[in-house]
C-alpha cells in the first residue's frame, strides 16, 4: 500500500474556505465552541479535516501523556476521557472522531469528505467502519499493551500476552486491502473521502 499511502499523503484540498465557528476559548468553557485536542492519531484526523474543509474552530490542547485527559475537567466535557471532542455554543458536546468530522461536514459550505449523495455517503461511513474493525482498533490495542504498556497499563483495560496476536491481524487487514485497492485513485474510486484521511493517519502511526 506504499503508493497508496504516498498518494493520499500528497493530497490537498486546491482552494479552501476559511469558515470560523464560535469564539476563541482558553481552559474547559461551558458554552464555547472548541475542539479538545491532544497529540495522537485521532485528533490529529479532525485536524487535518478541518485542514481540507477550511474549517477553524478554537483548539483546546489535552495533555494526555500527563493524564489531562483523565481529570475531572474533561470528564466533564467526554465521560469517555477521550481525546477529541467537540464542545457547542450550547454546551453539548459530539465525541467519536468520524462523528466530529460528519458533522462538521454537515454544517459548513464546501465540498463534502464524506459524499454528496446517499450513495456516497454510505460508501465512505463503509469503508470508515471496515478500516475502524479490521485495522485501528487492533492497531490502536496492540500499541497500548506492547509499546505503550508501561503508560496505558494504569489507565485502560491493556492485553499484552495478546499484543502479538493483534498485531498479526492487523498485517492480515492490510493484506486483504491491498487488492481492495487495485484500479482505484483513492479508496471511494476516484472520490477523496475522509476514509483516505483515516487511512493515511493510522498507516502513518503504524
Known sequence: ???????????????????????????????????????????????????????????????????????????????SALSPCLQLDDGSVVAEVTLICSYLDEITDGPSLIGATPEE???????????????????????????????????????PQAADDLKATVQESWAWLEPQMAGKQYICGKRFSLADRQLFIFADFG
Request: proline content about 4%; aromatic content about 6%.
Open 1 to 79: 500500500l506504499s503508493d497508496t499511502v504516498v498518494a493520499l499523503a500528497g493530497h490537498t484540498r486546491s482552494k479552501p474556505t476559511a469558515i470560523r465557528i464560535g469564539i476563541a476559548a482558553y481552559g474547559f468553557k461551558e458554552n464555547t465552541v472548541q475542539l479538545c485536542t491532544s497529540v495522537d492519531p485521532n485528533p490529529r484526523l479532525v485536524r487535518m479535516f478541518m485542514a481540507e474543509r477550511g474549517i477553524d474552530i478554537p483548539l483546546q490542547e489535552v495533555e494526555i501523556m500527563a493524564g489531562g485527559n483523565l481529570g475531572e475537567a474533561f470528564k466533564k466535557l467526554n465521560s
Open 121 to 159: 455517503r454510505a460508501e465512505t461511513r463503509m469503508w470508515l467502519r471496515r478500516l475502524d474493525v479490521r485495522i485501528l482498533e487492533p492497531m490502536s490495542l496492540a500499541f497500548r499493551s506492547a509499546e505503550a504498556l508501561e503508560l496505558f497499563r494504569s489507565r485502560c483495560r491493556v492485553i
